[in-house]
């Protein structure tokens, strides 16, 4: 089961949403992500947040299609992205796609970024993705597709990543060890075949592919 959760994060241009949206069984959309919604012309599925930052009249249009709504206080632990991905595990989610998620607050993008690690821990697959980016966090195996020469960074989210093969690269790498520390060798490498491998023995890698 699929979902996709909209945050409120500025997305500049939404035709990258179309290719996920696709085969998705469950939107969310979390206070100000329903405007992302209503641009796509889609209706959520679920609404959740404190609603302190979307437009009133964003938020009367779809109060008036009786969707499912969860307000929360204003003063609450939980940042509205996080209420969103809750709510999706409680549903039984098994791939996560977060829209909205990577803006101008770092501290916002950071938590969205760590939500990955946390899924991935519950047994869910989860990306953070946005016109120029799409951000997982692994720790195995992935295959990676794409265009011979996409840019694709590979980073460590652990103190230490231990046994890093990179196949169908420019810069492949074998049984490699990256740090938290200072090793950042496998920034930026590119896509040498329309489909390449990573794989990990031990720790969490972040799995980027980004385009200019």
Same mark, same amino acid.
Request: hydrophobic letters at 40%; proline letters at 3%.
């Given at each position: 089961?699929?979902?996709?959760?909209?945050?409120?994060?500025?997305?500049r241009a939404y035709d990258f949403?179309?290719?996920?949206?696709?085969?998705?069984?469950?939107?969310?959309?979390?206070?100000?992500?329903?405007?992302?919604?209503?641009?796509?012309?889609?209706? @959520?599925? !679920?609404?959740?947040?404190?609603? /302190?930052?979307?437009?009133?009249?964003?938020?009367?249009?779809?109060?008036?299609?009786?969707? @499912?709504?969860?307000?929360? @206080?204003?003063?609450?632990?939980?940042?509205?992205?996080?209420?969103?991905?809750?709510?999706?595990?409680?549903?039984?989610?098994?791939?996560?796609?977060?829209?909205?998620?990577?803006?101008?607050?770092?501290?916002?993008?950071?938590?969205?970024?760590? $939500?990955?690690?946390?899924?991935?821990?519950?047994?869910?697959?989860?990306?953070?993705?946005?016109?120029?980016?799409?951000?997982?966090?692994?720790?195995?195996?992935?295959?990676?597709?794409?265009?011979?020469?996409?840019?694709?960074?590979?980073? @460590?989210?652990?103190?230490?990543?231990?046994?890093?093969?990179?196949?169908?690269?420019? $810069?492949?790498?074998?049984?490699?060890?990256?740090?938290?520390?200072? /090793? !950042?060798?496998?920034?930026?490498?590119?896509?040498?075949?329309?489909?390449?491998?990573?794989?990990?023995?031990?720790? !969490?890698?972040?799995?980027?592919?980004?385009?200019?």
């Open positions: 089961m699929k979902a996709v959760i909209f945050g409120g994060a500025p997305i949403c179309k290719e996920y949206l696709k085969d998705t069984d469950v939107v969310i959309c979390c206070d100000a992500g329903m405007g992302h919604a209503k641009a796509l012309e889609i209706d @959520p599925d !679920y609404i959740v947040g404190d609603f /302190d930052s979307v437009s009133a009249d964003v938020l009367e249009y779809y109060k008036g299609k009786n969707i @499912p709504i969860r307000q929360f @206080p204003t003063r609450k632990d939980e940042t509205d992205m996080e209420l969103g991905i809750f709510l999706a595990l409680e549903l039984g989610v098994t791939d996560v796609v977060l829209f909205g998620g990577i803006g101008d607050r770092f501290d916002h993008t950071l938590a969205n970024a760590h $939500y990955l690690l946390s899924l991935l821990k519950k047994g869910v697959r989860a990306r953070l993705v946005d016109d120029k980016n799409c951000v997982e966090v692994i720790d195995s195996h992935l295959t990676v597709e794409g265009k011979v020469g996409d840019l694709v960074s590979t980073l @460590p989210l652990s103190m230490e990543v231990t046994g890093i093969t990179l196949k169908g690269f420019s $810069y492949p790498l074998t049984d490699a060890t990256l740090t938290l520390d200072g /090793d !950042y060798i496998a920034v930026s490498n590119v896509l040498a075949e329309e489909k390449a491998t990573i794989d990990i023995k031990t720790g !969490y890698l972040y799995v980027i592919k980004s385009r200019d």
